[in-house]
């Protein structure tokens, strides 16, 4: 069965510093998201990304996010300059196009910053 | 805006037992999409219902059910004869009318079965 795929699995970086989260959707979707978990905390939105554009996006993803799909089969998550706060789980998930509206999530990479 | 309510944070159950969890939303949309979802400790999450606003049919699946109700707004999720593996945290999402748009998810309720 085809399932999203994210690595990797847990990045430990220093504060400041940049990290790219990368993501497989499933290869006939065409919507694209990524959440964010702080740890025993709820599931939020960060972005939506469909046809190379961003669909929408909430109030944490700042300046300091991008989101960019560079090979038409990955999908990727930037943070510029990482903070204490931005460590978290982050989820991927991808959707085929029409009304249903089932998102398929990634296993998640475990964000740490020190 | 939408927003999603599980007021109950923990639960535990004997194995066995039935146990029903809570979700409540709110949300101007006449049309809109609700969900369940597991978190086991492992971390991921499992997709486990969509129902669509316009079907207030109840829908059994083996052990669980979903019992929706849109004149209080609820959405509840009964697990039957509850068993160990079904210890995780449980999030009930919600999303908006057009397909595709972002899930909204409650704060969740952590669910324990004692053996």
């Known amino acids: 069965e085809p399932e999203v795929t994210q690595t990797p699995s847990h990045q430990v970086t220093q504060m400041g510093q940049e990290v790219i989260l990368r993501c497989v959707p499933i290869?006939?979707?065409?919507?694209f998201y990524w959440y964010r978990q702080i740890l025993g905390q709820k599931v939020e939105f960060l972005v939506s990304?469909?046809?190379?554009?961003?669909?929408?996006k909430s109030e944490i993803f700042d300046d300091q996010f991008s989101v960019e799909r560079p090979d038409g089969s990955n999908f990727t998550l930037k943070i510029r300059s990482t903070k204490l706060e931005d460590s978290a789980m982050y989820f991927c998930a991808s959707a085929t196009s029409g009304s249903v509206n089932e998102q398929f999530f990634g296993p998640g990479t475990r964000l740490t910053v020190l | 805006a939408q927003k999603v309510t599980q007021a109950q944070t923990e639960i535990s159950v004997v194995e066995k037992e039935d146990v029903t969890l809570d979700c409540v939303y709110e949300t101007r949309d006449t049309t809109y999409y609700l969900f369940w979802y597991k978190q086991p400790p492992s971390g991921e999450l499992v997709f486990l219902i969509r129902?669509?606003?316009?079907?207030?049919q109840n829908e059994i699946s083996g052990r669980y059910s979903w019992n929706f109700q849109k004149s209080t707004s609820s959405f509840n999720f009964t697990i039957t004869a509850s068993q160990v593996v079904d210890s995780a945290v449980y999030f009930c999402?919600?999303?908006?009318?057009?397909?595709?748009?972002?899930?909204?998810f409650g704060t969740g309720t952590r669910l324990t079965i004692i053996p």
């Open positions: 129902r669509n606003s316009f079907d207030e």
């Open positions: 990304f469909y046809n190379n554009e961003i669909s929408e």
């Open positions: 290869s006939n979707h065409l919507y």
């Open positions: 999402a919600l999303s908006a009318r057009f397909g595709n748009e972002k899930l909204t």
